[in-house]
């Protein structure tokens, strides 16, 4: 009799400890300790024992605040990319300005183009014609040459014109010289 209690403990005790050993509990969340919130992560969510894997199905809400989202999103990107068309287009329209404007310098007359000094004598060269102090040319007297500028009178006033300059007056010249 001794024996037979002593195999049914044994075998109880046997039964409980391989329940034990071979079967997995789920491990308890902390209930009352904090609410779900959609920030949590997915490594959060693998901490309290959720598989990362599992998707939750949107409701209707979400699913249209994430279509504005996307309209929202693609209104940027479109209003992005006009943006950089009107930049490019407003640089293709001063890079043909300034390609008209060199022209326009290129076809300008009377122009400074050296100034050299023969003895003790100064010259300017405009247009390919050698002028000295007193002369005149297309109305206009040369009263000094300096290095790198000549002063001219014209209709009684002084001007000063630097190297490559014309000495006509510029009607888009924002701003003369004038020595008084």
Do not use: C, H, W
């Not at 779900?36 to 809400?61: F, H, N, P, Y």
């Not at 100064?122 to 300096?146: H, P, T």
């Not at 000063?160 to 004038?178: A, D, N, Q, Y």
């Amino acid at each position: 009799m001794r024996r037979i209690i002593l195999f049914i403990i044994l075998g109880v005790l046997i039964v409980f400890a391989s329940t034990r050993l071979f079967s997995r509990s789920k491990p308890k969340a902390n209930v009352g300790t904090r609410k779900k919130s959609s920030s949590d992560t997915l490594a959060v969510r693998a901490q309290r024992g959720r598989t990362a894997g599992q998707i939750k199905t949107k409701t209707k809400e979400e699913l249209r605040e994430e279509k504005r989202r996307a309209q929202r999103e693609e209104r940027a990107r479109r209003r992005e990319i006009r943006r950089r068309q009107r930049e490019l287009e407003r640089l293709r329209r001063l890079s043909r300005r300034r390609r008209r404007s060199r022209s326009k310098r290129a076809k300008q007359i009377y122009v400074l183009r050296a100034i050299m000094k023969i003895d003790s004598e100064k010259y300017a060269l405009i247009d390919s014609r050698r002028m000295g102090i007193g002369e005149e040319i297309s109305g206009r007297r040369i009263v000094e040459i300096g290095d790198d500028r000549i002063i001219i009178e014209e209709f009684g006033r002084r001007r000063e014109v630097r190297m490559g300059e014309s000495i006509l007056p510029s009607v888009l010249r924002e701003k003369r010289r004038t020595i008084r």
